[in-house]
């Protein structure tokens, strides 16, 4: 079981197809909620976003997708997409297009369902999960995984080796989600995101994220 699990992609390494597809995906649906009328955009934040009741009453669990895809706002989409962008390409030149394509999908898709578990846990039914934040969240665990030593300038003024700046914001996200539970912005999601990357590294990779981030291998 553990080999079909582990059986990697026969593809070649290097090549980055996967990150601008899903850039023009979300680029291209965001404008259109922005430019298409209300009605257009009514429709797809409905029909797209994860949202408990709709899951539990009509059976949409199709949005476990297509949250991802679905933004709020400019900036929302704008610094997700210059995160998946930067970190993303990196990514997918190393892990190859197919295995990149599953890492993202898998994480962002878990990451939807733990959100939908603790919607339903908090009584939360309706609510609109939207974004690519956790999926993200994974991107940047494993661009710091496979690149430990490479510096990150935050805000262009503030050097952080990749590891620190993951393990500092999935903290900051740990603090927020505690904090500020009612601020709008899925912070569980986030950490899920880093969880299920984390997740993925130990059972498909056989990796262990914390000695590649330690510097121990």
Known sequence: MINIIRRPFKEQNGKVVVVYWLMGINILLFAATQFLGPDIRYTLTIH???IPVMV???GWVWTFITYMFMHGSFSHVFFNMFGLFIFGTH???HMGSKEFLLYYFVTGILAGIFSF???LLTGNYIVALMGASGALFAVQLAFAVFFPQAIIN???ILPLRAPVMVLGFTALELIFSITRSNSGVAHLTHL???GFGWLYFLIRAGVNPWRR???RQ
Do not use: K, N
């Open 56 to 58: 539990i009453a009509d």
């Open 192 to 194: 899920a995101g880093f």
């Open 154 to 156: 935050i805000w262009g």
């Open 48 to 50: 797209l976003s994860m």
């Open 91 to 93: 990514v997918e030149r």
């Open 117 to 119: 578990a603790v919607y």
């Open 213 to 215: 981030l330690t510097g």
